[in-house]
C-alpha cells in the first residue's frame, strides 16, 4: 500500500516562501508522477503541478508559472512544492497525489498553508 | 481553457439513486475520473477511466461519459455517501490536469 505523508501546517507572511514535503512509502514510487493540488477554504481541487521523480521533470499550471517549483529527491523518496510570492489568497490545504494513469490515486494528508500577517 | 462544469449541489433520499453531470466540450473523447471528498479529509478516487472502480470501492458507485457529458452514478444511496464529488481529466493539449467544479451531495 502507498502511503503519502506531508509536512505539517505552516504560517507564512506575504511575499515570502513556503516549501511543503510528501514523502512515499510503498510501492515503486519514482515511476509515478507525483502532482500538488490545492483547496482554498470552501473552495474546489486545483491542480498546480507535477513531477516524474524518474525523470525530475516538472510542468505547471499556467497561473502558478514562475512562483512555483517541484522537486524530488529520489533517495529519501521525497518531492517538494515551493510556492513563492505568497499573497493571503495563497491560504489553502496543499495536497500531493501519486497520479496512476492519469488520475490521482493516492493522496497525501493535506498540509495547511496559512499566509497571513 | 478546458472547464468542467458541475452542478453545485444534489439531494437524494436514502435507497434512491443520484446522478452527478460533468460537463465539459467533446468530454466523451477524455477519460473522466471521479473523486469524493468529506470535510476535512483528502480526497478518495471512487471511478478512473470513465468507469472503472479501484479496489474496495463499491459497486453501488459507477460511470459513464460519452458526448459532452459525463456521469457519476451512486446506486443505493446511503448517509455515508454525502460528501463533495469532483470530476477530473488530463487536457492534452495544455499538459494540465482539470478539476470540474465540484458537486456536494446531501443525503436526505
Not at chain 1, 521523480?53 to 499550471?61: I, K, Q, S, V
Not at chain 1, 497561473?63 to 489568497?89: C, K, P
Not at chain 2, 439513486?17 to 468529506?38: E, F, P
Not at chain 2, 479501484?54 to 451512486?74: D, H, K, M, V, Y
Amino acid at each position: 500500500q502507498v502511503h503519502l505523508v506531508q509536512s505539517g501546517a505552516d504560517v507564512k507572511k506575504p511575499g515570502s516562501s513556503v516549501k511543503v514535503s510528501c514523502k512515499a512509502s510503498g510501492g515503486t514510487s519514482s515511476n509515478y508522477a507525483i502532482s500538488w493540488v490545492r483547496q482554498a477554504p470552501g473552495q474546489g481541487l486545483e491542480w498546480m503541478g507535477g513531477i516524474i521523480p524518474l525523470f525530475g521533470t516538472a510542468n505547471y499550471a499556467q497561473r502558478f508559472q514562475g512562483r512555483v517549483t517541484i522537486t524530488t529527491d529520489e533517495s529519501t523518496s521525497t518531492t517538494y512544492m515551493e510556492l513563492s510570492s505568497l499573497r493571503s489568497d495563497d491560504t489553502a490545504v496543499y495536497y500531493c497525489a501519486r497520479v496512476v494513469g492519469w488520475a490521482f490515486e493516492y493522496w497525501g494528508q493535506g498540509t495547511l498553508v496559512t499566509v497571513s500577517s | 481553457s478546458y472547464v468542467l462544469t458541475q452542478p453545485p449541489s444534489v439531494s437524494v433520499a436514502p435507497g434512491q439513486t443520484a446522478r452527478i453531470t460533468c460537463g465539459g466540450n467533446n468530454i466523451g473523447d477524455k477519460s473522466v475520473h471521479w473523486y469524493l471528498q468529506k470535510p476535512g479529509q483528502a480526497p478518495v478516487l471512487v471511478v478512473y477511466d470513465d468507469s472503472d472502480r479501484p479496489s474496495g470501492i463499491p459497486e453501488r458507485f459507477s460511470g459513464s461519459n460519452s458526448g459532452n457529458t459525463a456521469t457519476l452514478t451512486i446506486s443505493r444511496v446511503e448517509a455515508g455517501d454525502e460528501a463533495d464529488y469532483y470530476c477530473q481529466v488530463w487536457d492534452s493539449s495544455r499538459d494540465h490536469y482539470v478539476f470540474g467544479t465540484g458537486t456536494k451531495v446531501t443525503v436526505l
